[in-house]
Antibody
Framework: EVQLVESGGGLVQPGRSLRLSCAAS????????MHWVRQAPGKGLEWVSG????????DYADSVKGRFTISRDNAENSLYLQMNSLRTEDTAFYYC??????????????WGQGTMVTVSS | DIQMTQSPSSLSASVGDRVTITCRAS??????LNWYQQKPGNAPKLLIY???SLQSGVPSRFSGSGSGTDFFLTISSLQPEDFATYYC?????????FGQGTKVEIK
């Protein structure tokens, strides 16, 4: 079964850091680009960042550029999101999503169940 | 950035109805348009990719059409399990952007 399982969310104060992880199984991880997409409570979807199969083609939304860093470990079938200088507006469910291609087509064909990040003092 | 606008923002429909949701891009995106379904408490699910290709396992009552700036998601005969929020998303250029969503509710 193809599966993505996120972890690492929680409550954090503004200005602090958090690292999200996504464990992949059921497919050849290093054949696919991967992404993080977030959804603030009661709001729509916002793409956050994406990374190609070989850690090339890294890109970020302007809202997180310079603060968040995406990475992957193909040997561990894992995707990561290092989030620094967190702001209250970063509060959201963070979803890990699999791209349908290796380089990043922007079609997200498998999603995890998400991990909640709450930024509050 | 490419802005995606969906209409309507919400609609009420009955089981068996034909439903169409519109998505408009702020510039031409050729056929690089995807549709997702999200039910409360769940992750989004890919329904349609590149405007009209049905994702594996998705019922054939779902269809997509359009190109350029105007796109449509049609549910030919609404079923109880189709009540959800639907999002369009452009995959023409980064940053990948989504529409604001269309909530389909039971009449």
């Amino acid at each position: 079964e193809v599966q993505l399982v996120e972890s690492g969310g929680g409550l954090v104060q503004p200005g602090r850091s958090l690292r999200l992880s996504c464990a992949a199984s059921g497919f050849t991880f290093d054949d696919h680009a991967m992404h993080w997409v977030r959804q603030a409570p009661g709001k729509g979807l916002e793409w956050v960042s994406g990374i190609g199969w070989n850690s090339g083609n890294i890109d970020y939304a302007d809202s997180v550029k310079g603060r968040f860093t995406i990475s992957r470990d193909n040997a561990e079938n894992s995707l990561y999101l290092q989030m620094n200088s967190l702001r209250t507006e970063d509060t959201a469910f963070y979803y890990c999503a699999k791209d349908s291609t290796s380089h990043g087509s922007g079609a997200f064909d498998i999603w995890g169940q998400g991990t909640m990040v709450t930024v509050s003092s | 950035d490419i802005q995606m606008t969906q209409s309507p923002s919400s609609l009420s429909a009955s089981v068996g109805d034909r439903v169409t949701i519109t998505c408009r891009a702020s510039q031409s995106i050729s056929g690089y348009l995807n549709w997702y379904q999200q039910k409360p408490g769940n992750a989004p699910k890919l329904l349609i990719y590149t405007a009209s290709s049905l994702q594996s396992g998705v019922p054939s009552r779902f269809s997509g059409s359009g190109s350029g700036t105007d796109f449509f998601l049609t549910i030919s005969s609404l079923q109880p399990e189709d009540f959800a929020t639907y999002y369009c998303q452009q995959s023409y250029s980064t940053p990948w952007t989504f529409g604001q969503g269309t909530k389909v509710e039971i009449k």
